[in-house]
């Protein structure tokens, strides 16, 4: 695993230890890379309203985001299991929005306990996003 990654994924850890997940007790951590090297962490936080909870991963995109930023180029994802945690469809397309397909740098980190690292783009995690260009051509 190279350097970034495994900072990553400790980031991404150490945000999971933060998750407030009391009615499914699955925690999950992420951590976003920018840029210029910054790291912005999230974690789930449920409600006792269900729809209102957000992911971990939306946390951290959105953390990044409040900060100004607009470009991720890494996202890392654990969860309690110990297992790929594989991002919901919902924040799939949260990571569309500002991560690009194209890049080989542009990276989605995920890591099993068995298996090991798992790194794809989001052009295959999610294909045929919906994207502002829809919006544009409609
Ligand atoms: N969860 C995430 O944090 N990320 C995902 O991509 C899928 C699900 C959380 C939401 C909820 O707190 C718990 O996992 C069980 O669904």
């Given at each position: 695993m190279d350097r970034q990654a495994e900072i990553l994924l400790q980031a991404?850890?150490?945000a999971m230890e933060k998750a407030y997940a009391p009615y499914s007790s699955f925690k999950?951590?992420?951590?976003?890379?920018?840029?210029?090297?910054?790291?912005f962490g999230?974690?789930?936080?449920?409600n006792?309203?269900?729809?209102?909870?957000?992911?971990?991963?939306?946390?951290a995109i959105f953390n990044a985001v409040s900060c100004g930023y607009r470009k991720i180029v890494k996202i890392a994802v654990v969860c309690s299991s110990g297992?790929?945690?594989?991002?919901?469809g919902i924040c799939r397309q949260v990571?569309?929005?500002?991560?690009?397909?194209?890049?080989?740098?542009?990276l989605i980190i995920l890591e099993d306990c068995e298996k090991g690292i798992l790194e794809m783009n989001i052009n295959e995690m999610l294909p045929y996003a919906f994207s502002g260009?829809?919006?544009?051509?409609?």
């Open positions: 991404a850890k150490d999950v951590g992420a951590a976003v890379l920018t840029e210029d090297g910054r790291i999230g974690c789930n936080i449920e006792a309203s269900y729809g209102a909870t957000i992911c971990a991963e939306r946390t297992h790929y945690a594989y991002p919901c990571m569309s929005e500002f991560m690009d397909g194209t890049s080989k740098e542009s260009k829809d919006i544009e051509n409609g």
